[in-house]
């Protein structure tokens, strides 16, 4: 009896991988990046760091979108306080689309994005770049 359950235990395994989220079976060379750039508002790069790091990152995630790299460029004449960059990637621009949709539309990302920004907006402005991979890149590995 006690064999009965052990034998069950590699098909559970099998169901769950079977419904993890499809950003886990994501083909780099084939996915559809997008590469965004933050410029915090005066005084906020600190914060808007920490909203990524703690909150941002994990709703990415669960709304289907691969963290791929995330940076903080130096301070430039242009961008005093530099800017935040990162990678996105996506099987398609259609699941860019409706992760973005489900992302904004969150309720966990609305009360963090209320509370992070109580006392002022965050970022001053996104410019975002939408790309694929050149067929002369080297390969990229997506981490899980």
Not at 19 to 36: I, N, S, V
Request: net charge positive; aromatic share 10%; glycine share 4%.
């Amino acid at each position: 009896m006690i064999l009965k359950p052990l034998l069950l235990a590699p098909l559970a395994c099998l169901t769950i991988a079977a419904a993890a989220p499809a950003q886990d079976a994501l083909d780099p060379q084939a996915a559809f990046y997008e590469l965004r750039i933050y410029y915090p508002a005066p005084g906020k790069l600190a914060a808007l760091n920490k909203r990524f790091r703690e909150h941002t990152l994990a709703l990415f995630a669960r709304h289907g979108m691969k963290n791929v790299a995330y940076w903080n460029e130096q301070p430039t004449e242009a961008a005093p306080e530099g800017r935040i960059v990162y990678v996105l990637a996506y099987p398609d621009r259609a699941a860019r689309e409706r992760s973005w949709k489900a992302f904004g539309n969150d309720p966990e990302w609305r009360a963090v994005a209320a509370a992070s920004e109580a006392d002022g907006k965050l970022v001053a402005k996104v410019d975002s770049v939408f790309m694929t991979m050149a067929d002369y890149s080297p390969p990229l590995t997506l981490q899980r």
